[in-house]
């Protein structure tokens, strides 16, 4: 929801969040998927793929593999 | 999927201002706090086109206040475009024309920047909040 339709987290997301999250874990969360969320689009600009960038064998994209592949 | 009513105004889903919001978790009002200093407010990229970009993000740029504007704020904008709605967009074309007007450290500030601020206006909208504290 964050990424695709920010507007789309209504009473309805928020109340699933509640169910499972503190305040606080949700504003955790939130920020987690926000900074993630934007410095991975701006590496897509990049190309740079999973594992590609010298001396940071973890940074980039998801492997291919990973989940949903 | 259920939709907002249009005809209601968001209500935050949380009290407070954002800042207010992460200062229920001291280290992400911290981080962010960093963020916001080090990266959007300063750093070595031009901050007009910083904040240029910022503006497109919240769609508050319109096509006319492009008018006479320079290749440095377009090339910007069009790798704003690609970083949000489709990185393929961000081609040799566009590289080409970014290195034409930044150097490598303009160009890792500036992208960081729109990075960072487009996952905090999404984050501000998943609450209720505008997509910018100060709006038009």
Redesign the interface.
């Known amino acids: 929801?964050?990424?695709w339709?920010?507007?789309?987290?209504?009473?309805?997301v928020?109340a699933g969040l509640r169910e499972h999250f503190s305040?606080?874990q949700?504003?955790?969360l939130?920020?987690f998927?926000?900074?993630?969320?934007?410095?991975?689009?701006?590496i897509?600009?990049?190309?740079v793929g999973h594992g590609e960038l010298p001396g940071h064998p973890t940074a980039g994209l998801a492997p291919d593999e990973g989940i949903g592949a | 999927?259920?939709?907002?009513d249009p005809r209601r105004p968001?209500r935050p889903?949380?009290p407070g201002t954002a800042d207010e919001?992460?200062a229920?978790?001291p280290v992400?009002r911290e981080?962010?706090r960093y963020i916001d200093q080090a990266v959007l407010r300063s750093g070595p990229a031009d901050p007009r086109i910083k904040e240029l970009c910022f503006r497109f993000l919240a769609g508050e740029l319109h096509e006319a206040e492009l008018d006479g504007s320079g290749g440095r704020e377009r090339a910007a904008l069009d790798?704003a475009d690609?970083?949000?709605n489709d990185?393929s967009r961000?081609d040799d074309s566009v590289w080409a024309r970014l290195h034409a007007s930044f150097t490598e450290e303009e160009l890792v500030d500036l992208?960081?920047a729109?990075?960072?601020?487009?996952?905090?206006q999404?984050?501000r909208?998943?609450?209720g909040l505008p997509a910018r504290a100060h709006q038009p």
């Open positions: 929801m964050l990424v339709h920010p507007e789309g987290a209504d009473e309805h928020w305040d606080e949700i504003v955790e939130g920020s998927v926000a900074l993630t969320y934007g410095q991975q689009s701006v897509k600009t990049w190309d | 999927m259920r939709s907002a968001p889903h949380l919001i992460r229920r978790v992400v981080s962010w790798w690609a970083i949000v990185s961000a992208g960081c729109i990075g960072f601020e487009l996952g905090q999404h984050w909208r998943t609450i």
